[in-house]
């Protein structure tokens, strides 16, 4: 009697062993795409405050700065100014991603694939609101209806957000939750919307570096239940992860689900 309650006690203790095991392995491999898909881009581009205050700015800079007004600023009733030490502004929360696929190309108005040769922020004009713009040299062009985008040209795109340097020397961050900065001299496939007044704002990436793939979207913690949809493509090898986007893309064209 007691060598089988001794057997039955072996079988329990084995047993929760293994689901522990597998439970762990589990979490680990999730908590794994997190982290493969975060953010990496956190030097975003950086303005110097006292020059962009005092520079002449040109009538197309204006009109375009008017677009971003109150553009990742926590509080966009004031201007943008350095805050007291210690105090940092807050990222712009929501969820941005809501209705994205992994690769949203039904949702974008151009896709294409280019190395980042330029970056630099900007403030508004009423200093509300700060945005990126980046020159993308295009190598591919996914999908592009109006037939504007050309390979072997450079387009500008933009991303809500950037840092400010003040005098003092610090610098404060201004970003939406979850979004990165692409970086320059490197490949990315973007996924690009056409706004009414004509601007190509980034509504996602993925960074293309060692013949793998890197969102520039995603989490930068490591709660599986924050995960991206873009994490999907995480450490993809490169050509497999083309060949998913051209395929998205044809399927896009011919009026198809991806």
Known sequence: MITNSKFLVGAVV??????????????????????????????LPTLDYENEVTKAKSKE???????????????????????????EP??????????????????????VLGVITSRDAYLTEDRTGIYSEFTVLVSEVFKDPTKTIISGTPISVNRTGGAVRFKSGKIQKYQIAHQGMPDVAAPYVL???KTSNGDLLILTGFKLVNRHVTPLDGNENDDPRLVLPFAKYAGTDEAEFLKAVRDAAASSAKGGAQ
């Open 191 to 193: 996924f690009l919307r």
């Open 14 to 43: 084995l047993t929760a062993s293994l689901l522990f095991a597998a439970t762990f392995y589990q979490t680990k491999n999730v908590l794994s795409a997190s982290r493969s898909q975060e953010n990496h881009s956190h030097d």
């Open 90 to 111: 807050l990222p712009i929360t929501g969820a941005w991603w809501r209705g994205l696929s992994a690769l949203p190309t039904e949702q974008s108005d151009a896709v």
């Open 61 to 87: 800079r204006k009109e375009k700065g008017s677009h971003f007004k109150g553009g990742a600023n926590p509080d966009t009733r004031k201007p943008i100014d350095e805050l007291p030490e210690g105090v």
